[in-house]
C-alpha cells in the first residue's frame, strides 16, 4: 500500500466544518483512498472512499486533488459526537484486500 | 443484521492459560480479518481469511496465536498460552469482494492476560 501522512491532532469548535488533510503523494492509478473513524472503544468505522471524482455520502465529503497526491475529508457540521481519531488510507478496492492502519488524525471537537 | 458480533466483551486471564475469542460475521460476507490494537502498535492486521480460506497470516506475532474458520459464520483467534504482552483490544472484521469493499468490524474483545 501507498503510505499516507496525516497529521497527529485537530481541533474544530461543534457547528463548524471539520477538514480533514491526508498526504499520500506515492498512489497508484488504481488505488482508492479510503477514510475510518475509530471512536472511543469502538471499532473503526467506513466513512467514504473514492478514486479521483469527489465524493459524498451522508456522513461526509471527500475531496481529491487532480494530481490525486492529497485528500481532505470534510465533516460538514461536526458535532461532539465525531470526537475520534480519523484514519487515511490507500489500497486497491477488491484485489488488495488488506487495510494497513497508520495511527491517523485525532480529532478533538470543541463545545 | 446485527453486525459483527464479537465474544467475550471483555476476557481476564492469567499468563499461561489458553484464551479463545469468538467471531461472526455479518451474513453473506466472504471475508474476516483479525485485528489487534495496543498503544504502543496502533492497529494491526493478524489474519484474514477468505470464503473461510486463511489468506495472509503474516501479521500473527507467533506460534502461540492460531485462528481458524470452520464456517462462514463463525471465526475463532486462539491465544495459547497467553503472555500479558499479548492484552490488547482484538477486533474481527467482515467485508464483501464486490462494491467499495468497506470493513465492518465488530465492538472488540478486551484482553487482559494477568
Known amino acids: 500500500d501507498a503510505k499516507t501522512t496525516q497529521p497527529p491532532s485537530m481541533d474544530c469548535a461543534e457547528g463548524r466544518a471539520a477538514n480533514l488533510p491526508c498526504n499520500h503523494s506515492t498512489i497508484s492509478g488504481n488505488e482508492y483512498v479510503y477514510w475510518y473513524r475509530q471512536i472511543h472503544s469502538q471499532g473503526p468505522q467506513y466513512i467514504i472512499h473514492?478514486?479521483?471524482n469527489n465524493e459524498t455520502n451522508e456522513m461526509a465529503s471527500l475531496i481529491i486533488t487532480e494530481d490525486r497526491k492529497s485528500s481532505t475529508l470534510i465533516l460538514p457540521h461536526a458535532t461532539l459526537r465525531d470526537t475520534a481519531v480519523y484514519y487515511c488510507?490507500?489500497?486497491?478496492?477488491?484485489?488488495?484486500?488488506?487495510?494497513?492502519f497508520g495511527k491517523g488524525t485525532r480529532l478533538h471537537i470543541l463545545p | 443484521d446485527a453486525g459483527v458480533i464479537q465474544s467475550p466483551r471483555h476476557e481476564v486471564t492469567e499468563m499461561g492459560q489458553e484464551v479463545t475469542l469468538r467471531c461472526k460475521p455479518i451474513s453473506g460476507h466472504d471475508y474476516l480479518f483479525w485485528y489487534r490494537q495496543t498503544m504502543m502498535r496502533g492497529l494491526e492486521l493478524l489474519i484474514y481469511?477468505?470464503?473461510?480460506?486463511?489468506?495472509?497470516d503474516s501479521g500473527m506475532p507467533e506460534d502461540r496465536f492460531s485462528a481458524k474458520m470452520p464456517n462462514a459464520s463463525f471465526s475463532t483467534l486462539k491465544i495459547q498460552p497467553s503472555e500479558p504482552r499479548d492484552s490488547a483490544v482484538y477486533f474481527c472484521?467482515?467485508?464483501?469482494?464486490?462494491?467499495?469493499?468497506?470493513?465492518?468490524f465488530g465492538p472488540g474483545t478486551r484482553l487482559t492476560v494477568l
Open positions: 488510507i490507500v489500497r486497491v478496492a477488491g484485489r488488495d484486500d488488506k487495510i494497513i
Open positions: 481469511f477468505n470464503n473461510n480460506v486463511p489468506i495472509d
Open positions: 472484521a467482515s467485508s464483501l469482494v464486490t462494491g467499495g469493499h468497506e470493513q465492518f
Open positions: 473514492g478514486l479521483k
